[in-house]
């Protein structure tokens, strides 16, 4: 079957402190929520939840995971597992003190762990036609667009012959960004604290999840 358009929506969790001692995480997390079909079965109930509690009288003028109430939470993961809203999860997950010093820097490992990220993706989805890619803004503002220009070489890589656009949105502009913001914090808090609460609301929409460094054992701190 062939597929129009496809639309990603890229995130990732953790930070890129590598210090012995420093950061917040032990693991950096990317991500993707994937809809091949209409993006709107998944924007609308997003927009629908957000308006009726601003409707109530909550101020909230965007989903966040990290930051969201947990009866706020319990609502989006209402949505998120609901089996009529089809779209995949798919995850990259590197344990940071596994990671050399040479791809610690965020134009090296941001493209590397996408590109991997979404070989898994595409290996899977050969029928779509068109991609449209859209990741919340990029770390480090200095390195942008040395990060999007070796993002975007990698695409064409592993898409030769395939029209794709790539855009790097504020997620409070895009309701696939702060869905894949909520799905990546769930697989973080499994993985950072094993916390499998979230995790077990989208288990089922995860189609991969694969810890980059599994196979290694040397520690870098």
């Keep these: 079957m062939v597929v129009g358009t496809g639309y990603m929506f890229i995130d990732e969790a953790g930070d890129y402190d590598f210090r012995p ?11 993707s929520v994937i809809i091949t079909g209409d993006p709107y079965i998944l924007y609308t109930p997003f ?15 965007r989903f966040h995971a990290s930051e969201d109430r947990q009866w706020v939470r319990d609502k989006v993961f209402e949505i998120l597992s609901d089996k009529n809203i089809p779209f995949e999860n798919d995850f990259v997950v590197v344990k940071k003190c596994k990671a050399n010093s040479t791809i610690r820097d965020p134009v ?9 990220l979404l070989r898994y993706i595409f290996n899977r989805h050969h029928e779509i036609e068109k991609i449209v890619i859209f990741t919340d803004t ?29 855009y790097h ?35 089922a929409k995860i189609k991969s999840e694969f810890d980059i460094f599994r196979s290694g054992e040397k520690r870098y701190y």
């Design 108 to 116: 090296v490992l941001y493209p590397k762990m996408a590109y991997y």
């Design 21 to 31: 001692g420093g950061g917040r995480s032990k693991y950096l997390i990317w991500g």
């Design 47 to 61: 927009s629908k939840l957000k308006h009726r509690l601003n409707s109530t009288g909550v101020d909230l003028d």
């Design 138 to 166: 990029l770390p480090v503002r200095k390195k942008r667009r040395a990060i999007e220009k070796s993002l975007k070489g990698n695409i064409k890589k592993l898409l030769p012959n395939k029209e794709f656009h790539i």
């Design 169 to 203: 949105h504020s997620s409070r502009s895009n309701f696939g960004l702060q869905a894949i913001d909520y799905c990546a914090w769930a697989v973080y808090r499994e993985w950072e604290s094993d916390d499998l609460r979230s995790y077990k609301l989208i288990q």
